[in-house]
């Protein structure tokens, strides 16, 4: 199984209004070799924001390219995560399935 784990690019507000279960919160803006240090370069990253509208995953999945990480995009973000139906966490749960996985 490949090790896996999630990183909300967003601003520190937003992850913890509401955010998927299990993400950690790097904004795509402090990404740098100092802000990441603490990470494993040999598991897979995947990056999410808001959804189509915001470009914060497409720019942190970049900026972890750029600084060696493995890294996917989560293609429609948090928006879409709901509208499949899947749990998220934070100030502004919202119900739903929920995913678990060896990550």
């Known amino acids: ?4 784990l999630i990183i909300d690019t967003r601003s520190e507000e937003a992850f913890k209004k509401e955010h998927i279960p299990g993400a950690v919160n790097i904004p795509h803006r402090t990404m740098s070799v100092s802000t990441t240090t603490h990470l494993n370069n040999s598991i897979l990253y995947i990056t999410y924001c808001d959804g189509i509208g915001c470009n914060a995953s497409t720019k942190g999945a970049l900026k972890m390219l750029e600084l060696g990480f493995q890294v996917k995009e989560l293609l429609g973000g948090l928006d879409w995560w709901k509208r499949d139906g899947y749990k998220t966490e934070g ?3 919202s119900p739903g399935q929920e995913i678990v996985c060896g990550c």
């Open 1 to 4: 199984m490949e090790l896996r």
């Open 91 to 93: 100030e502004k749960t």
